[in-house]
């Protein structure tokens, strides 16, 4: 008998044994195919024109508020911090809401027509956030200019109680899937550390060794992560970057970033240690986006990811002070 016939009989007496009685009588029932999860929902929603209409109707202050006009127009805020962080000094009145709960938590926020200002340490967690928000419908989200230490720079106050609590109102309704993404994004993508990169860690980035100096290791590698500057044609002139800086303007990022062409990374395998070269998918290549605003950088990098982009940072602070005290810039 062949291998194959033998597998078939295997196969048959198996079903046999796991039929009921009389089982061979009935009608054979189609099987029901299972529901689709919220999970697969959301990574099924296409955000590229989502995406793309956040980014093309960006206002000229980029959703960003200045400290001084949040402390007189006093309105709602949400910290979207960690709760040790928010308890060393919050801004009187702000409800605390860490941001990967912020798209699960809509009913502690007012409705989608009302003022809303996010704030974090630097800004980077609030740009998150405030572009998700708007990206929800909640087109008057803003983003505190510098985050607390702009808050502090400008000389306000902060108090650490009494705490206030989360309202209970009833959520707003958005698109249910879209929600689903972005609960999707918050707790499943964005990466360690909400993505940022501090200066010292960009430098630390840029100083990688190249590809033939890591020869040594059986390791694939893409050597350092390539800069993506968001900022005007102007403001790109003032860094004179290298290592192969590219400026892709915030508010067409999504056709540009379409466009880009494989990177180049190298395998070392096996004893040989002979370097190979192919194409990578851009979408798997390492990014930093960089900024004069960390708030632009963030915006850079949410939107990067939301686009399928597996490893993109974002700087943390202004891109021309860390290249004048980087020796890699």
Not at 1 to 28: D, E, N, V, Y
Not at 147 to 152: D, P, S, V
Not at 320 to 328: D, E, N, Q
Request: aromatic share 6%.
């Amino acid at each position: 008998m062949s291998r194959t016939a033998r597998r078939a009989g295997l196969l048959l007496l198996c079903l046999g044994m796991i039929l009921p009685l009389g089982g061979c009588h009935r009608q054979a029932q189609p099987p029901v195919a299972p529901a689709a999860t919220k999970a697969q929902a959301a990574t099924d929603l296409d955000m590229e024109p989502i995406v793309r209409e956040f980014l093309a109707n960006l206002p000229a202050d980029w959703h960003e508020v200045p400290a001084q006009d949040v402390a007189t127009a006093k309105p709602f805020i949400v910290d979207v911090r960690q709760p040790d962080d928010y308890a060393k000094g919050f801004i009187d009145g702000a409800v605390n809401i860490p941001l990967r709960q912020l798209t699960v938590t809509l009913q502690a926020l007012p409705a989608m027509d009302q003022d809303i200002v996010v704030v974090c340490n630097s800004g980077h967690r609030a740009a998150i956030g405030m572009g998700i928000l708007q990206m929800l419908g909640y087109k008057k989200a803003k983003s505190l200019e510098g985050g607390m230490e702009g808050w502090r720079q400008a000389k306000l106050s902060t108090v650490t109680g009494p705490v206030p609590a989360r309202p209970t109102g009833q959520a707003p309704r958005v698109n249910e899937q879209l929600q689903a993404a972005f609960t999707y994004y918050l707790t499943r993508t964005l990466p360690v550390h909400e993505g940022a990169m501090s200066p010292a860690g960009l430098t630390e980035d840029q100083q990688r060794k190249s590809s033939m100096e890591l020869m040594e290791n059986d390791t694939f590698d893409q050597g350092r992560s390539v800069l993506m500057v968001v900022d005007g044609p102007a403001e790109f002139a003032k860094v004179h970057l290298t290592s192969g800086a590219m400026n892709f303007q915030l508010r067409g990022l999504v056709d540009l970033v379409e466009a880009l062409p494989p990177t180049g990374a190298t395998i070392y395998a096996g004893a040989c240690k002979i370097p190979n070269r192919f194409n990578v998918e851009p979408k798997l290549s390492r990014f930093v986006v960089v900024s004069t605003s960390t708030h632009r950088a963030a915006l850079g990098m949410l939107s990067m990811q939301l686009l399928g982009f597996h490893f993109v940072s974002a700087l943390e602070g202004d891109v021309i002070a860390w290249r004048a005290g980087s020796p890699t810039a």
